[in-house]
């Protein structure tokens, strides 16, 4: 709006709270908005996993009840934690994690109808009912815990080393994962550190560049019309990127890779501002690619059908038919979809309830479906952005923008591959996939977002002259 300026202040209040009347009414207005949202969501799950089964079965399944309490459970419980711990957080952050994850549960409640009929596989949706509730005890215990989300700028140093060792640990672990070392087994346990890493990088990136913003925004010298940063302060960068390619080659790993360093390259344009970061890391980005895309034979064979999608029924072509037939579903689906349990999503094989469960959203709820699906995850991207401009600190700012880019960037380099936009990279959709560490860590990201949220709520806009 032209003219009119928007600036947080801080107003003591009667009761010495620090927090103006204006925000306290504002919070209650948001807590009543946000427990809306979340009826509305329980419903739509609840809904949607009836429907499954009339459509699968022919009748009503018998755990509606026990699927319709547990979903009440996962909304009214942080519902409630906010409201005492973090009253002046967005309204819109956790009724968006809570469909998600209600939608994944009902995904694969469906899908475990069909993988039940063809290969005789054990059911999945029980098991991720219980890492959401695993997922969701952990986003409470980080709002009670963490009082103000600066205490984590305390250990920035500490953070970075635990990711290292977090990520780099599966490559000392024998043996691969569909082709990836990207797990650690632990006797009867197993879980993917990268997805805590994301987070912990996160915290680590926005600490250091708050303190060496300055040093980072320096111009440097202009080569090919492209003004490129300082030679000296090219350290950080070029430390991430042989980090990331350590990742790629090691442990083969062409998803937390690119997360990883897509995650340092955004932050260090948020800021600095500076579009010759996003260059020469681009450029960068690309150059590990080509190199390492020639050399491993996994990421190798992932470029090819990437390229080569269809000739996978070729025989002897070496390259798997999953790419093939998610676009043959996303193709069949239309525009509506089949209707849930009417498509063929188990043609997809294993991965049809990891990365690639986003084909049953396309074969059965059609382009409509997914473009819904994609919208909830921009609401989330949007929501961390609005949290990182509504904060007051540089810390909060830039840890914001972090967590939203992360979940941005991990949603682009799944729905991306599905969909052969890029090459596929194996890692889970978030709250939809089955994962366990997925699940937790993207809960973990949500509790982050909605303590930054409550700091940067504990004020008063008013427009300025």
């Not at 009543?32 to 429907?51: Q, S, T």
């Not at 695993?134 to 305390?154: F, N």
């Not at 560049?209 to 090219?234: F, M």
């Amino acid at each position: 709006m032209d003219g009119v300026t928007v600036e947080t202040v801080r107003v003591e209040s009667d009761d010495g709270s620090g927090v103006s009347a204006e925000a306290r009414a504002a919070s209650a207005k948001w807590r009543r908005h946000e427990a809306v949202m979340l009826c509305f969501g329980v419903l739509i799950c609840v809904a949607g996993y009836a429907y499954t089964g009339l459509s699968t079965t022919g009748r009503i399944p018998g755990g509606l009840a026990g699927f319709a309490a547990s979903m009440v459970c996962l909304a009214l419980v942080p519902h409630l934690a906010v409201r005492r711990w973090a009253p002046y957080a967005d309204p819109l952050i956790l009724p968006l994690a809570v469909l998600l994850s209600g939608l994944g549960l009902v995904l694969l409640y469906r899908l475990d109808y069909s993988y039940k009929e063809r290969f005789n596989s054990a059911p999945t949706a029980s098991g991720q009912l219980m890492w959401t509730v695993i997922g969701v005890a952990v986003c409470v215990a980080v709002l009670v815990l963490l009082k103000d989300h600066r205490w984590l700028q305390r250990y920035i140093y500490l953070m970075m080393a635990v990711a290292l060792v977090l990520l780099m640990a599966p490559a000392f672990f024998p043996g691969d994962t569909y082709g990836a070392k990207r797990w650690i087994f632990l006797g009867p346990l197993s879980f993917q550190p990268g997805e805590f890493v994301k987070t912990m990088i996160a915290v680590f990136f926005a600490g250091y560049l708050v303190i060496h913003r300055d040093a980072l925004a320096l111009t440097g010298r202009k080569v090919l019309g492209i003004r490129l940063p300082p030679g000296r302060q090219l350290g950080p960068i070029l430390a991430v990127w042989l980090l990331s390619l350590f990742v790629l080659i090691i442990e083969r790993d062409l998803g937390t890779s690119l997360i990883f360093f897509g995650l340092f390259v955004v932050m260090l344009y948020a800021a600095t501002e500076r579009g010759s970061w996003v260059i020469v890391g681009v450029l960068m980005a690309s150059v590990g690619a080509v190199v390492v895309g020639s050399m491993e034979p996994h990421v190798k064979g992932r470029i090819l059908a990437w390229q080569h999608p269809f000739d996978a029924y070729k025989p002897g072509s070496g390259v798997s038919t999953q790419l093939a037939n998610a676009l043959f579903g996303f193709g069949s689906g239309g525009v509506t979809g089949t209707g849930l349990g009417q498509g063929h999503p188990e043609l997809i094989g294993f991965a049809g309830r990891s990365d690639f469960i986003l084909t049953t959203v396309g074969e059965e709820l059609g382009l409509a479906g997914v473009m819904v699906v994609l919208t909830l995850y921009g609401l989330m991207v949007q929501r961390g952005l609005s949290v990182a401009l509504r904060s007051r600190d540089p810390f909060g700012k830039l840890l914001a923008v972090g967590l939203a880019g992360a979940l941005a960037l991990q949603v682009f380099v799944v729905a991306g591959g599905v969909m052969g936009l890029i090459p596929l990279t194996g890692k889970a959709l978030p709250f939809l996939a089955k994962s366990g560490s997925s699940l937790v860590a993207n809960w973990l990201m949500v509790a982050v977002l909605i303590r930054i949220s409550d700091g940067a709520g504990r004020g008063r806009i008013r427009p300025g002259p």
